[in-house]
Structure formats: structure tokens, C-alpha cells
């Protein structure tokens, strides 16, 4: 038989970068090793925001898997801006070519809800057009 799982928490840390602290408490691991392990696969990552889903057990191991980027921060780097537009029907804060989208969407293949890269290029333009980005060609 496996071993019991005590909690599974959903989380988005720096990559890189996680340090011990409410967050992780709340999961009942073991902190240090956590973050080390973490940070040893997220290296890459730095500046960027990575979700993880961390299962903990309830002999104080953990299993943890780390996700793709959300959308949202990978389309603030791609327009170069550092926030979304507040009101996005009527004010557009920057743009991003199709190329970009094409881009995003196959970095976040493995986590969208799509079949195909051209389902995935319509979410991601989607998400684009809620922030106030303007997709060109």
C-alpha cells in the first residue's frame, strides 16, 4: 500500500528562489529540503513565477510537481510592460506579434485544456486581449 497523504497544496514561488516560510509551513514538509530541491530545479526559472503542486505525506516526505509559467506573466514579458491594462476593453497597454503567442503556446502546451497549437494560440490570444494587449501580425 502507498503512503497516506496528509495535504496537497497548490502553490506559485519564485523560481529559484523559495524560502521557507508560511507558505510551505502550511504543507507540513520539511522546509529546507523543500526549498533546496526546488530551487536546484527552478535554477532556470529565475524572475519568473512557478506553480507547484506539492504533496505531502504524513511521514514528512513530499512529492512536488512544478508546472508551467502562468500566461499572464508570460505575456507581461513578451509586450514589455510590467502590468495589465485596468480597464481592457478600452485601453491597450502594448502588443505582442503572432509569433509571440505561437510562442507562449507551445511552452504551455502541457498545462492548456487544447488538442491542438492553434486551440492553444487562441487561448493564450484570449488572455492577451483580458490584459489589453493588442495581437498583431
Do not use: H
Not at 20 to 40: D, I, Q, R, W, Y
Not at 53 to 62: C, M, Q, S
Not at 96 to 111: F, R
Amino acid at each position: 500500500m502507498g503512503k497516506k497523504i496528509a495535504k496537497v497544496v497548490k502553490m506559485e514561488l519564485p523560481g529559484g528562489d523559495a524560502k521557507p516560510g508560511p507558505k510551505l509551513a502550511s504543507a507540513g514538509v520539511v522546509m529546507p529540503k523543500f526549498c533546496t530541491e526546488f530551487n536546484a530545479k527552478t535554477a532556470d526559472r529565475r524572475g519568473e513565477v512557478v506553480p507547484v503542486i506539492i504533496t505531502a505525506y504524513e511521514d514528512k516526505t513530499f512529492d512536488m510537481e512544478i508546472k508551467t509559467s502562468p500566461v499572464t506573466g508570460l505575456l507581461l514579458k513578451a509586450a514589455g510592460i510590467s502590468k495589465g491594462s485596468a480597464n481592457a476593453k478600452t485601453t491597450i497597454v502594448g502588443q505582442v506579434t503572432k509569433a509571440q503567442i505561437k510562442e507562449i503556446a507551445e511552452y504551455k502546451m502541457p498545462d492548456l485544456n487544447a488538442n491542438d497549437i492553434d486551440a492553444a494560440c487562441r487561448i493564450v490570444e484570449g488572455s492577451a486581449r483580458n490584459m489589453g494587449i493588442k495581437v498583431v501580425d
